[in-house]
């Protein structure tokens, strides 16, 4: 019918003006005009020109005044003529009512709100507000000044109206031909195929998008940051437990008891089993008494070290607990894993989220080995943007740097990661020659490949809202910013820095045996 309609008016007439218009003149509803002017258009039947409009509707809080009357003249009317106590006031109308009624009846100068009583400083109201917002649900034009303030108020809303201004298209005919899709047997059989008029072949028709069976993108950039590292030589941490000992996870580490990380408020603690049975005797005497007193050149913090709040079990708050743990061995080591932080979850932060950590010793490493050695992560950053560093502080390294990179989506600089040489403090305890060096970070896995992929939210990376549609888009991108050749390439030719060789000196080795 509405077919019909567009194409038999337009066989006497050059063009529908308006298809909102031509809808309703001829009580069709318009969304199915809509729907066939797109197809015709399609068949170049018609031409069709878009035509936008703006009007404005009434938004929830709209529709109720305009049903019940604007909170400012229910107010008032609820007020007797010899006035009434504020507490009665407020017990006879809404609490929204009252609020929003006593701020604009005040301004409209119509109630005075006495300390006893309020009272009713003129006679008779209008409502002028409900009149405005009727007039608008009608689709009846009211002044810009009133728009104004209805708008200011929150009480209308503008939306777009979208219709079309149709004419006659190159193919255009009084009716539309039904075209064959297929050549079938019976086609052939009847010999009507010579009649038919086929439906052409559209080359530049997308195939059907494949179901199932990607890989998340979390997975492919983990994957990807391996390879990174088993190229410069580094050892993969065993990461199989996330329930720690706060020793590993803080003491260690030269992080104070005291310190806010570990307050419950960050730090998952465990409730069964609370504590760890067993801990490296001679090594947790050397950290209590580097914490209490100090040494190897440094005070300590001079506090009383409590060996409970060492036993404390947690749920890893940093993969640096595993790097303590093999630190303690002395290797070079990353490692990929999940951590866990007592923190509000928004666009950017996670409770549950991975960190890739890595760290290198040897004698005489500086801070321009650790940058550089981040810079070898560079082929996957670059994907996104350029890279910052900007001075931290962690309680277990010194100096520490912070590591920004720019997301396109947010327009500003994010964490995502944080570094740093080990402290003395924490290197020694475990029977370190004095001149060794650690170099270490922890980088998010979530952060960077939200940057990679434009993916503005955190929870539509990791977690229950991950849509597999994200996945396959993500299918099509990791290639060209992955190219394990090229990284190679990058590393071994460009910088002319073979990291396992740090590996397989034998200096890398002290303290193993
Ligand atoms: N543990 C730090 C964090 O979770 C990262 C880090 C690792 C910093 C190693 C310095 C050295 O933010």
């Known amino acids: 019918m509405a077919e019909d309609a567009v194409l038999g008016f337009l066989e006497k007439n050059e063009e529908i003006s308006d298809s909102g218009d031509f809808a309703a003149e001829r009580g069709i509803n318009h969304n199915d005009i809509v729907d066939i002017i797109k197809s015709l258009h399609g068949f170049r039947l018609v031409d069709a020109q878009d035509i936008k409009r703006e009007k404005w509707v009434l938004t929830d809080e709209g529709k109720t005044y305009a049903a019940a009357g604007s909170p400012e003249v229910q107010l008032f009317l609820a007020i007797p003529p010899e006035g009434i106590s504020r507490e009665e006031l407020q017990r006879k109308v809404d609490p929204s009512v009252y609020k929003i009624g006593c701020s604009q009846a005040m301004k409209n100068k119509w109630v005075e709100m006495g300390k006893q009583l309020v009272s009713k400083k003129v006679q008779n109201v209008d409502d002028k507000v409900k009149d405005l917002l009727i007039r608008i649900q009608d689709g009846k034009a009211i002044d810009q000044d009133d728009i104004d303030t209805l708008k200011k108020r929150k009480l209308i809303a503008p939306q777009i109206w979208k219709g079309y201004s149709v004419k006659k298209g190159p193919n255009d005919a009084p009716k539309r031909k039904k075209v064959a899709t297929d050549l079938t047997r019976e086609n052939l059989q009847r010999g009507d195929w010579k009649e038919l008029e086929f439906k052409e072949y559209n080359f530049s028709a997308k195939g059907q998008p494949t179901e199932g069976?990607?890989?998340?993108?979390?997975?492919?950039?983990?994957?990807?940051?391996?390879?990174?590292?088993?190229?410069?030589?580094?050892?993969?941490?065993?990461?199989?437990?996330?329930?720690?000992?706060?020793?590993?996870?803080f003491d260690a580490l030269f992080q104070p008891q005291q310190h806010p990380a570990r307050d419950s408020h960050d730090t998952f603690f465990l409730q069964a089993p609370s504590t760890t049975k067993t801990l490296p005797e001679d090594y947790v005497e050397r950290v209590k008494r580097v914490h209490e007193f100090g040494g190897y050149g440094s005070r300590g913090y001079g506090y009383d070290w409590k060996r409970e709040e060492a036993n404390k079990n947690l749920l890893q708050t940093h993969t640096t607990a595993v790097s303590s743990r093999m630190l303690y061995l002395l290797a070079q080591y990353f490692s990929i894993d999940r951590v866990f932080r007592n923190e509000a979850v928004d666009r950017t932060h996670l409770a549950e989220f991975h960190q890739i950590e890595g760290l290198v010793c040897d004698r005489g490493l500086t801070l321009g080995d650790l940058i550089g050695v981040l810079l070898?992560?560079?082929?996957?950053?670059?994907?996104?943007?350029?890279?910052?560093?900007?001075?931290?502080?962690?309680?277990?390294?010194?100096?520490?740097?912070?590591?920004?990179?720019?997301?396109?989506?947010?327009?500003?600089?994010?964490?995502?990661?944080?570094?740093?040489?080990?402290?003395?403090?924490?290197?020694?305890?475990?029977?370190?020659?004095?001149?060794?060096?650690?170099?270490?970070?922890?980088?998010?896995?979530?952060?960077?490949?939200?940057?990679?992929?434009?993916?503005?939210?955190?929870?539509?990376?990791?977690?229950?809202?991950?849509?597999?549609?994200?996945?396959?888009?993500?299918?099509?991108?990791?290639?060209?910013?992955?190219?394990?050749?090229?990284?190679?390439?990058?590393?071994?030719?460009?910088?002319?820095?073979?990291?396992?060789?740090?590996?397989?000196?034998?200096?890398?080795?002290?303290?193993?045996?």
Not at 219 to 224: C, D
Not at 228 to 245: A, R, W
Not at 396 to 424: D, L
């Open 376 to 513: 070898y992560f560079h082929p996957l950053f670059s994907g996104m943007s350029k890279l910052r560093f900007k001075p931290a502080y962690n309680p277990y390294t010194e100096p520490s740097v912070e590591i920004f990179s720019y997301h396109e989506g947010f327009k500003k600089w994010v964490e995502i990661g944080n570094s740093g040489m080990f402290r003395p403090e924490m290197l020694l305890p475990m029977g370190l020659p004095e001149d060794v060096r650690v170099i270490a970070w922890g980088l998010s896995l979530e952060r960077p490949t939200m940057i990679l992929y434009g993916i503005d939210n955190i929870r539509d990376l990791f977690g229950h809202k991950v849509q597999l549609y994200l996945l396959s888009i993500c299918d099509l991108l990791i290639n060209t910013v992955f190219d394990v050749n090229w990284i190679a390439f990058f590393c071994h030719l460009v910088l002319q820095v073979d990291l396992g060789l740090i590996k397989r000196n034998p200096i890398c080795r002290i303290g193993i045996d």
């Open 213 to 249: 069976g990607h890989l998340h993108p979390l997975l492919k950039v983990r994957q990807q940051l391996k390879m990174i590292f088993l190229q410069m030589g580094f050892e993969e941490m065993p990461t199989d437990n996330f329930v720690e000992s706060s020793f590993w996870n």
